[in-house]
């Protein structure tokens, strides 16, 4: 193996890889069907998947689905997929559900909190769960998934960023699947289909640039410092996908792409020197592949979330879905262009921290999901600040980092604690002071 790589949690870059690919793909698509857990139901992951469904019915069956507390499209969820499990937050949630629930005849078991997400994500009769939990909350219902040997439609990066030394390992283990589910990664794992082991040489990684790409470096910390309200207003804005706020200001600070750098190493076992980050705005090639006689494979298609989830939960079939076909005339121009790093320093402590491995990915995480959340909360925490805080969080645990094979789920669940509450207590001294260069 070369330097720097690493075994693949997805099936991808080896021989046993492409014989379970061309066996599932000869068992035909005309039978297939999948029983899905889904986490997240009614976020954007989790809406949008159900879409899926209602598209191909025949194809798909809902065992189990979770979500925060929107308790009234969840009853809505519960009446349209008749699932055998749901789980809400809390437990007012969970009371609301019931009561909405109340006249149907066939009714789920309601639960709530971390012991009802699990039991969604371990239902025995289900194929695949699909993660659409944002945050490493998602991390332990992935986990124990994992244990029951359920396929992963992973659209959860966090889970990987956080715990991809533990996670990798029981992929192996336990016999499930793991295939991604967002956007770009579902486009170098569609492009690597058929690659033989050692044909894979680079990951080439697509960015929107996010909600700040068509301003130079100085406007943008001229705009911190003048105009922060404007700044965070723009922030939370996407101008191609349509995502939840956490992931959109994580766009416009491109830590997205930071963590997606870690996502794919872990997912496709490249080195860190082999992973590349291209701003490409119209955010039509997903992301591209280079192989070893340096051809260059690339995924096109629309903006749109349904076409990876789709893919990840019917791998390696292809569905018939009644969306727009792509129409490249219409597009008219693509235009990639190299990310500015002193833009977006982000970028740089992704790679940073992911060369480090160990506990300094949970720790990067942590702190970015810290930080993200105080931009949103509107406390006076500026949008230079959140690379800043992450920076000093990272460099505070360098005295308690740790790696190799040892790290327990326990270790990156204390590390990602410490981080946060790391970040909460630094933030007080930043809030009302922000850095504007």
Known sequence: MKDGWIPPSAPVNSNESLKLTLEKSLEGSEN????????????????QTLEIVDACPDNF???ALSAGTNAKLMAEQILKYSPKVVSMSTPEAAQEVQELIKSLKNKPTVLYGEEGIVACSTVESTDTVVTGIVGAAGLKPTVEAIRCGKDIALANKETLISGGAVINPMIKEFGSTLLPADSEHSAIFQCLQGVPEGGLRRVILTASGGAFRDWTKDELFVACRDDPRAV??????????DMGAK????????MNKGLEVIEAHYLFGAAYDDIDVVIHPQSIVHSMVETSDTSCIAQLGWADM?????YSVSWPHRLKLPYEPLDLAKIGTLTFNRPDFEKYPCIALAYEAGRAGGTMTSVLNAANEAANELFREDVGFGFLDIPKLIE?????????????????????????KWAREYVTEKSKKIINNPVYV
């Open 392 to 416: 000093q969080t990272m460099e505070a645990h360098k005295d308690d980092f740790k790696s190799g094979n040892d790290i327990t789920l326990d270790d990156i669940l204390s590390c990602d």
């Open 247 to 254: 992931i959109t200001l994580d766009s416009a600070t491109m």
């Open 232 to 241: 965070q207003a723009k922030a939370t804005t996407h101008p191609n996908w």
């Open 61 to 63: 069956v809902v065992d």
């Open 306 to 310: 349904r076409l990876p989830l789709a």
């Open 32 to 47: 297939f069907r999948k029983n899905l857990s889904l986490l997240g139901s009614t976020g954007s992951i989790g809406t």
